[in-house]
C-alpha cells in the first residue's frame, strides 16, 4: 500500500470487502453512495440511469476489491469506476456539450431573497457541459487533489487545472445568463 | 513563463468566479440530490450473490504465465519511455545484426582470369553457357577441355575462351566436345 491507512477512510472497508466480508460492503456503500450518486447526478443527470449505474458501480466494487492495487484512494478508484460506467450511458457527444449550445437560455428575473438560490444555482449547472459539471464536482464537492482528479479524467494535472478554470468561467457566464451577479452571492 | 504572462493569468483568474463560491454552490446544490433508495441496496445485493472475492486486497489475481506476459507487454506500451527503450534495443540489434552478417551474393558472374591453366596460346572461341549451367560444371568443362576464360561476358553473355589443346585432343574434336556439351549453347571460332 502506497499510504498508511489513516489517511484513507475506506481502506480498510474495502480490504473487508476483498476478504468477502458483506458487511463491510454494507458499510462502504453507506458511506460513499451518496458521494458517488451526486457526482452521476452532475454527469449524467437521469435518475433512473444513475440507479442502473449506482448498481453496477458497487457490483463492480464489490467483484474488484481484491485487485484494488492502492494507487488512489478507494473513493477516487470507485468514481473512476462509476465515471467509465456513466461515460457508456451518456457518450463522447453530450459530455462535450457546452454552454455556447443551449442559446434559449435567457435571462431570468430572480431574486435570491425568496429562497430559491438552490433552484438557479441547479439550473445554471445545468446549463454546462458534463465535463464542466464533472470537474466542478470533483473539485469543490468531492475535494479531491488535483492530482487524484488527474488520475480520474486520465489526464495531465495542468489540464486538470485549466479546465477547472474553465468550468468556474461556465458558471460564472450562467449565472449572469440568469441576470445573476456571480459577486452578489 | 514570463512575469506578464503571471500578472495576465492572475488577473484572468480574479476576474472569474472564486473557488469558495463554486463550493458553495456545489454542496448546496448536492443537498437537494436526494440518498439512494433503500431497494438500490437490496438490487447490488442481488447482483453480488456469486462467491465472495478472494484474496488480499493489495495482491492482484492470479494469471497464468502467458497471461502475465501479455499484460507486462501491454503495460510496456503505456509507459512510453520503456516502449521506446525497446524499440532502441531492436534496432540497435538489428543493426549488428546487418553489420555482422557474411555478406554472400546469391550468384556469381565468371571473370576473366577465374581459370589459369597457363593456356597462353591456343584457338579463341566465343562461347554462351546455357542458363541453367552451373558454376562447377562450367569450371569441371573447363578444366576438362583446358580452356580459360580470357573475356567476358559482354553484353549477351559471350564469353572468350582460350583453349589449349592437347595432342590428344586437335582443335577439331574439341569444338565437337563443347558442341556437345549441355552446358553450351552457342559456340563460334573467333579469328
Redesign the interface.
Known amino acids: ?1 502506497n499510504r498508511p491507512a489513516t489517511l484513507d477512510p475506506f481502506l480498510s472497508l ?2 473487508q ?4 466480508d ?1 458487511d463491510a ?2 458499510i462502504l ?1 453507506q458511506e460513499t ?2 458521494r458517488i ?2 457526482y452521476l ?1 452532475r454527469l449524467v443527470g437521469d435518475q433512473n440511469c444513475i ?1 442502473d449505474i ?3 458501480t ?2 463492480q466494487v ?9 494507487k488512489s484512494k478507494v473513493l477516487t478508484w470507485m468514481i473512476g469506476i462509476a465515471r467509465n460506467l456513466a461515460l457508456k450511458e451518456i457518450g463522447k457527444k453530450r459530455y462535450h456539450e457546452d454552454i455556447a449550445d443551449h442559446p434559449e437560455i435567457e435571462a431570468a428575473e430572480i431574486d435570491l431573497e425568496t429562497g430559491d ?2 433552484e438557479v ?2 439550473r ?2 445545468n446549463l454546462l457541459s458534463p465535463k464542466h459539471r464533472e470537474i ?2 470533483l ?3 468531492q475535494d479531491l487533489a488535483y492530482r487524484e482528479i488527474a488520475h480520474i479524467l486520465d489526464i495531465p494535472e495542468s489540464t486538470v487545472k485549466t479546465r477547472v ?1 474553465y468550468a ?2 461556465a ?2 457566464t450562467a ?1 449572469e445568463r440568469m441576470g445573476i451577479n ?1 459577486d452578489d ?1 | 513563463m514570463s512575469k506578464s504572462e503571471n500578472l495576465s493569468d492572475t488577473a484572468k483568474e480574479q476576474e472569474n468566479l472564486d473557488s469558495a463560491t463554486a463550493r458553495h454552490i456545489l454542496q448546496q446544490t448536492a443537498e437537494d440530490i436526494p440518498p439512494a433508495h433503500p431497494a438500490l441496496f437490496a438490487r447490488i445485493e442481488e447482483s453480488i450473490k456469486e462467491p465472495t472475492p478472494v484474496g488480499n486486497a493489495h495482491q492482484p489475481p492470479s494469471v497464468s504465465p502467458v497471461q502475465a506476459l501479455l499484460n507486462m507487454i501491454r503495460n510496456s506500451f503505456r509507459r512510453p519511455q520503456l516502449a521506446w527503450g525497446i524499440v532502441a534495443v531492436q534496432a540497435i540489434v538489428l543493426c549488428l545484426f546487418i553489420a555482422s552478417a557474411p555478406i554472400k551474393n546469391t550468384y556469381h558472374t565468371l571473370s576473366a582470369n577465374r581459370t589459369d591453366i597457363g593456356a597462353q596460346a591456343g584457338p579463341i572461341f566465343y562461347v554462351i553457357f546455357h542458363e541453367n549451367a552451373r558454376l562447377r560444371e562450367i569450371e569441371q568443362l573447363l578444366a576438362r577441355t583446358n580452356g580459360a576464360i580470357i573475356n567476358g561476358p559482354g553484353k549477351r553473355g559471350i564469353y572468350t575462351i582460350r583453349f589449349h589443346p592437347t595432342p590428344s585432343a586437335t582443335v577439331k574434336k574439341l569444338l565437337t566436345t563443347l558442341k556437345n556439351s549441355s552446358l553450351i549453347t552457342f559456340i563460334e571460332r573467333a579469328y
Open positions: 500500500m474495502l480490504e470487502t476483498a476478504g468477502g458483506r460492503f454494507a456503500y453512495s451518496q450518486k451526486v447526478h440507479d449506482l448498481v453496477e458497487y457490483t464489490w467483484k474488484n476489491s481484491a485487485a484494488f492495487k492502492g438560490r438552490k444555482f441547479s445554471a449547472l466542478l464536482d473539485a469543490f464537492y478554470f468556474k468561467a458558471l460564472k449565472l456571480s452571492l
